[in-house]
């Protein structure tokens, strides 16, 4: 048996599979508004859905939840209270809500800003 030794922690390997099995096993049992990019929720915008930047948007919305134990919106449409303040240029009205104390460092909430862009084409690929 050959053993190989890596700078990664096993518990962070650990982590990202458990991570990613889980946020796509809530995202495919619930398959809700909530997870879904607007390219999908939107009807008008269906004809221009990208699965690689569906799953992007997809993933920050489960790593909202793994985070802070709550859902970041209920749909992602402008009409939504919460994710129409997450698609504004000034972000900070959402994480007044989600993080009145300021315990999310910016790095967090800067990743799960951009993973969350209205457009799929502003999203990080």
Known sequence: MKIIETSIPENTIIFFYYFFHFSFFIISINNSNR???PEITNSEFQKH????????????????????????FNSSLFSDPYYSRLC???TSQFW???DPACTLSLDFKGILSSFSRFSHVKRPY
């Not at 992007?56 to 134990?69: C, G, I, N, P």
Request: proline share 3%; aromatic share 18%.
């Open 49 to 72: 859905y990208f699965a690689e930047d569906a799953d992007v948007f997809s993933t920050a919305s489960a790593l909202f939840v793994m985070m802070l134990k709550s859902i970041p």
């Open 35 to 37: 997870y879904n990019a």
């Open 88 to 90: 504004k240029k000034d």
């Open 96 to 98: 007044k809500i989600f």
